[in-house]
């Protein structure tokens, strides 16, 4: 018996969205912060969000596989406890750019960094607030075939090309005419 995935959960307001909600192509990416091949798709991201503009929305789902990178569980709930100050997007990039440097003290020091209520962020990260959602969006992404970092998908499909400009670009543009 073979299991077939089931198709990619819808993007909502729970997700951690750029983009407009009503680009013509929606890429999705399962990842771990702890992750090196996902800290170098990271700048490739960036280039392709910024090549489509607002044609692309980009959405960030957390995969953290703590087996491989021990850190990533924390990391996810602080971004999470960033988010919940509206801080998602700042601390994502700032722990991309310092995977190496991931233990609490790190993201404490990122937090103050950013301006962070540090107070509410201790608070979220010590009660454990994220750390089911997190969970629950891991198998949420087991489900859909996801099965490592990262993983992308465009317009609900998944991308198996190469995580390289050239060809995350041509996978979207021939999205946008599908």
Not at 25 to 53: I, K, N, S, W
Request: aromatic share 10%; net charge negative; proline share 7%.
């Amino acid at each position: 018996m073979s299991l077939t995935a089931r198709p990619l959960p819808p993007v909502t307001e729970a997700d951690h969205s750029l983009g407009p909600q009503d680009a013509p192509v929606t890429m999705v990416e399962y990842g771990d912060l702890e992750c090196q091949l996902c800290g170098e798709a990271h700048p490739v991201v960036e280039r392709v969000r910024a090549h489509f503009g607002d044609r692309l929305r980009f959405v960030f789902r957390h995969f953290p596989i703590p087996s491989a990178h021990p850190h990533a569980q924390l990391a996810a709930e602080a971004s999470e406890a960033a988010a919940a100050q509206g801080a998602f997007w700042p601390l994502f990039h700032k722990l991309y750019e310092n995977q190496q440097h991931l233990e609490r003290a790190d993201l404490d020091r990122y937090a103050g960094e950013l301006g962070l209520d540090l107070a509410a962020f201790d608070a979220a990260l010590a009660d454990g607030r994220y750390t089911q959602p997190i969970k629950d969006g891991f198998r949420a992404g087991l489900r859909a075939g996801v099965n490592g970092t990262p993983t992308f998908f465009i317009n609900g499909q998944r991308y198996a090309g190469e995580r390289d400009f050239a060809a995350m670009t041509a996978a979207i543009e021939q999205a946008m005419v599908s």
